[in-house]
């Protein structure tokens, strides 16, 4: 589950602890624990559909909006619509991170994301990373054609690999992404 800065701070003050969000399928779980960016974390405590005509001022105050037509319009959907309320909770936690996979494992996994792909990237933002470390995503994200939501979203999937590091302005490769990028038959 991914947090926007939007409120960041409300949520780290413990002043919004309920998220709308339209999602098909969750993409939290019950006792799953997040990250809050830059730093922190929560714990989702409930997750539940919720119809928007039904959302309460108070789940509304919770979510950090001022009413429901601001959270409609944040949204963008009718108040018809069908969403999923998470409930979360500060923590101390830290999140589990993905154990680290074999070089060979994670070129295997980035081959059949780029198959699933348009175009193959997962080569070329790795390239990019490591030739421009601690570069913003808004300066890399053109060089591949991309917006830079798109590009941060595909670094995620990077970083979840175990390949990258977000630093406090853009990434670098970790050890692991440096030993993919070594490989010679990688791409």
Avoid: C
């Avoid at 996979?101 to 994301?113: D, G, I, M, S």
């Avoid at 300066?139 to 595909?154: C, E, H, Q, R, Y």
């Amino acid at each position: 589950m991914q947090f926007t800065t939007r409120n960041s701070d409300e949520i780290r003050a413990g002043k919004v602890t309920v998220s709308f969000r339209n999602w098909r399928r969750p993409h939290a779980k019950v006792g799953g624990i997040y990250r809050l960016r830059p730093t922190g974390a929560v714990k989702v405590t409930g997750i539940a559909k919720a119809r928007l005509s039904d959302v309460t001022s108070d789940d509304v105050a919770r979510a950090g909006f001022q009413s429901v037509d601001a959270l409609v319009a944040f949204l963008g959907l009718s108040r018809s619509a069908l969403v999923t309320r998470v409930e979360f909770a500060l923590t101390d936690d830290v999140p589990k991170t993905t154990p680290s996979l074999p070089p060979e494992e994670v070129v295997k996994r980035l081959k059949a994301t780029d198959r699933r792909s348009a175009a193959p990237w997962t080569g070329r933002v790795l390239a990019l990373i490591e030739a421009h470390p601690a570069t913003r995503a808004g300066d890399l994200a053109p060089v591949m054609g991309w917006d830079t939501p798109k590009f941060k979203s595909n670094v995620r999937k990077l970083k979840a690999l175990g390949l990258t590091h977000s630093l406090e302005v853009g990434y670098r490769l970790t050890e692991l992404g440096v030993r993919v990028m070594q490989r010679p038959t990688a791409w």
